[in-house]
């Protein structure tokens, strides 16, 4: 080991240095290095009711990343030490969520149910009845559990503490780069993105298990506002969004007499630059499908301009937020696979409407559950065709059949689903969505 002075200790890694606001090239000046590295994860704030164990932990990590300006190798250091963090705090928010017992459920056998004092409890007691092939009940469910990462994962699942169809495949990847640090078998380096990256991750993780959401998280984001907008398009295939807000400022005595367009009053995630998340696809809008990026209600139209502005002053529409993970569609193949459907409006179809084959997906996005569907058309595709998670994508299968029992699959996860019958309205032009019968 070579013995370096505090003067070397303290000088700043060339190879950190490189890292800057515009990428890697340029190297900084250590001490905007030092400041510039540590706003990276200075708002990877942990919600209040975290446990202190995973609460000291992750500032420990936390800190000494800053330290990485010093010493390149530190960076990786934090990635690994993030990602052990994973399975601790999994740990700790089992604990509280058990508060002090768990019950089993062996087959063919009355439930057993153990009180326990620690982690270590716990790990014994799944082990044991492991072995007589008994099942965990979390909330009305029974699930493997053997008190390792895998259980762990699965009974935060089903117990509603952890949401979203892609978190899910991003902590699956955690998971395995977990399992590669704990038993490692070869080398890596982390970049200080890698790391704070890591970091992220790890604080919007935590802080879903403690029933908090990220405001424009990457994993487990907040509601998104929705903003009452007005969708307006003409003949020649032009379309734009404005909000209700911009259009009922404008006194309609400059408006240009014959206005070729048509508009419809929406609910809508609007699109602008910012935000990690926006619709790029609400020129798709279609009141039977499931085309936007994001659900879009409609409230009002088609009509004119003038129709449009006098609804919206007289009716005041207000926006609000909403959750777009976890969603169930219904996808429908009739000769040719159509977009997704929402269940209430599938639920009001009638008569030949509701021929073909139905198949019952949940996803956070329209285009995730049709891609799904579409893959599981091929068999050497890897796509899951019965009920569960999906091996090679973000969706979960949740039925397939009729019109009936696809409808009855999505009935079961959401409860008693009301008909809707919308008035058909779509927007004409659609790139991604171009077969809507």
């Known amino acids: 080991m070579e013995i370096r002075t505090l003067d070397e200790l303290r000088a700043a890694d060339n190879l950190s240095l490189a890292f800057n606001p515009y990428g890697f090239g340029s190297r900084m000046r250590p001490e905007d290095a030092a400041e510039f590295q540590q706003l990276q994860i200075a708002d990877c704030n942990l919600a209040e009711a975290v446990a202190p164990g995973t609460r000291d932990s992750f500032e420990r990590v936390r800190t000494v990343f800053a330290y990485g300006v010093l010493c390149y190798d530190v960076y ?7 990602l052990l963090i994973f399975e601790q705090a999994l740990r700790d928010r089992f604990m509280e969520w058990c508060e002090g017992s768990i ?13 326990v004092a620690s982690y270590e409890d716990v790990k014994k007691r799944a082990a044991s009845m492991t072995r ?3 099942k965990l009940v979390v909330v009305d469910r ?5 008190g390792m990462l895998h259980g762990l994962r699965l009974w935060a699942r089903t117990a509603g503490l952890l949401r979203g169809r892609r978190s899910r495949a991003v902590e699956d990847a955690l998971a395995k780069l977990r399992n590669h640090v704990a038993h490692p078998t070869g080398h890596h380096i982390d970049t200080p993105v890698d790391a704070a990256g890591t970091v992220r991750d790890l604080a919007e993780l935590i802080n879903q298990l ?4 990220t405001p424009n998280g990457r994993l487990y984001p907040a509601p998104l506002r929705r903003e009452v907008a007005v969708l307006s398009w003409n003949d020649a295939g032009r379309s734009r969004m404005e909000l209700a ?14 206005d070729e367009y048509q508009h419809v009053a929406v609910r809508a995630i609007p699109f602008g630059p910012g935000s990690r998340w926006e619709d790029a696809h609400w020129a798709e809008f279609d009141t039977r499908y499931e085309t936007t990026r994001f659900p879009t209600d ?5 009509g004119s301009r003038k129709e449009a502005r006098a609804w919206l002053e007289r009716e005041r529409p207000e926006g609000d937020s909403i959750d777009f993970t976890d969603r169930v569609f219904l996808v429908q193949d009739h000769g040719r696979l159509l977009p997704p459907m929402r269940p209430a409006v599938a639920a009001g179809l009638h008569g030949h409407e509701r021929a073909g084959v139905w198949h019952a997906v949940r996803a956070d996005f329209p285009d995730d559950a049709f891609a799904h569907v579409r893959g599981s058309e091929e068999r050497n595709a890897g796509h899951t065709r019965r009920p569960g998670d999906c091996s090679a994508c973000t ?8 019109y009936d029992e696809a409808l009855h699959a999505a009935a079961a996860e959401l409860g008693p689903i009301q008909p809707v019958r919308l008035p058909s309205v779509r927007l004409p032009s659609s790139l991604f969505w171009p077969y809507r019968p």
């Open 76 to 82: 990786t250091m934090v990635g690994d030490q993030a």
């Open 103 to 115: 019950t089993f459920r062996p087959p063919q056998a009355p439930d057993v149910c153990f009180t």
């Open 132 to 134: 007589q092939r008994a």
């Open 142 to 146: 029974a699930i493997d559990f053997n």
């Open 210 to 213: 403690w029933g908090q959401a």
């Open 245 to 258: 807000s911009a259009l009922t400022a404008f006194d309609l005595t400059e408006e240009p007499e014959g």
């Open 298 to 302: 409609y409230l009002w139209g088609p």
């Open 395 to 402: 969706a979960e299968v949740l039925g397939s059949g009729t």
